[in-house]
């Protein structure tokens, strides 16, 4: 049995986490979830997976949960000290890290100090402090286990091998849904249309980076960091099916890559069981004839700048990433509250990459200052 804490549990990949574990009642026991603001279907999973410690956002949904669950209530606690509760309590073996963004980084940081194993979807975490995070889980003897399909794929082709046999990582992308647009095109662009995701159900912040391109920018970060390969390695295709869900290229030419349905209860479900032999589901199965025709294109770099921007950051290192993740955060953000046009969210992550200083050692609390003063700089560009 594997005692699996996780970390937004109420969220698109949380609620299929809770669908992996359901299916393997036996070798995965729920030990405790946290989650922010939905306290309707967090009491649901309460109720139903009975872990023994919950978190939420604030005192009072604490308080009030506390009180509606009764004598069946598990340990509630709450905020950031929540978090790091779930993360690190003592019976957890395995944390789920799936809440949004900058804000995983302190408990996904302190669960690794205490040697738990990570199932990591929140990319942020090692776009902004990749070096902090690696150089603690080297120092703990941790591993952590990519739940984004792109690298979960990866570290399928790559098992067994080591990354001196690579010579390329092909990290595939659908294009989001304004794939073949062009900047013209994407000045009137609506919520409603960027939400439009063609190949996968996410969350509302990640869905937006998946329009803008900066979702696969991030990734790259994220897989240099996870396999320690350079980001100049690291090439991105579209392929719009999303059916390759990524390949790596070994120096005697062989490409291996590993194919599957859009279903990210796949990915979870690895990280969550891995090293242990694979085992059967019920989740839909893959079936070749229904995609005849696979397809593959070079990304638009001129019309979705971020992709580029996080090559460009990412090269830069130091504080330049947290950088590119805080700005993207309030970019999006002003979109999403009608603030900002689409097509301007490139140029504000720009702006504020060009106004930063990069401050000298690469440790937490020179990121959580960037962060800070990217998140300022960036409400304020016009
Ligand atoms: N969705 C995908 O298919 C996918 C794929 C690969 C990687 N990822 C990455 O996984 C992460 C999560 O994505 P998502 O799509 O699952 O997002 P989401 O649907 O928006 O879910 C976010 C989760 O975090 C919780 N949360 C928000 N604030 C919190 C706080 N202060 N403390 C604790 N929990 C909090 C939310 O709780 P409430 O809803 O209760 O407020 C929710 O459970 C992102 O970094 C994303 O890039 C997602």
């Not at 809770?18 to 393997?24: G, I, K, N």
Request: with cysteine; charged share 25%; proline share 5%.
């Amino acid at each position: 049995m594997t005692n699996i804490s996780v970390l937004g549990s109420t969220g698109s990949i949380g609620t299929q986490t809770l669908d992996v574990l359901e299916q393997h009642k036996k070798l995965l026991f729920p030990q405790a979830f946290s989650a922010g603001s939905n306290i309707e279907l967090l009491t649901t999973q309460v109720k139903k997976f009975h872990p023994k410690i919950i978190s939420v956002k604030t005192d009072k949904d604490a308080f009030n949960l506390k009180r509606s669950l009764g004598r069946k209530s598990p340990e509630i606690f709450w905020g950031d000290n929540g978090n790091i509760e779930v993360a690190t309590n003592s019976k957890s073996d395995r944390v789920v890290i799936a809440t949004p963004g900058f804000p995983g980084i302190r408990p996904t940081l302190e669960a690794i100090k205490k040697k738990k194993t990570i199932a990591l979807a929140t990319k942020e975490v090692l776009v902004a402090a990749g070096e902090v995070i690696t150089n603690e889980a080297k120092k703990q003897g941790v591993q952590i286990l990519p739940i984004d399909s792109e690298h979960s794929a990866i570290f399928q082709c790559l098992e067994g091998r080591s990354i001196s046999e690579v010579s390329r990582v092909f990290l595939t992308c659908s294009g989001g849904p304004f794939r073949g647009r062009k900047l013209n095109d994407l000045k009137n662009v609506t919520v409603s249309q960027a939400l439009n995701h063609p190949s996968w159900k996410m969350g509302k912040k990640i869905t937006i980076d998946s329009a803008t391109l900066m979702n696969k920018g991030f990734e790259v970060l994220e897989a240099s960091w996870l396999f320690n390969i350079p980001i100049e390695k690291i090439k991105v295709v579209v392929h719009p099916q999303s059916v390759i869900h990524s390949a790596v290229e070994f120096i005697d030419g062989t490409i291996i890559a590993q194919i599957g349905p859009a279903d990210m209860r796949l990915p979870i479900q690895f990280a969550l069981l891995y090293p242990k032999k694979r085992t059967s589901n019920k989740f839909k199965r893959f079936t070749f004839l229904d995609f005849p025709n696979i397809s593959f294109e070079s990304p638009d770099k001129k019309t979705f700048r971020c992709l580029e921007l996080a090559y460009t950051a990412g090269k830069m290192g130091g504080t330049y990433p947290a950088v590119l993740n805080a700005s993207n955060d309030i970019a999006v953000e002003r979109f999403l509250k009608g603030d900002l046009p689409f097509y301007k969210i490139p140029e504000v992550i720009e702006k504020t990459l060009s106004a930063h200083k990069n401050s000298g050692k690469h440790n937490l609390e020179n990121i959580i200052d960037a962060d800070r003063w990217a998140r300022e700089y960036a409400s304020k560009i016009a």
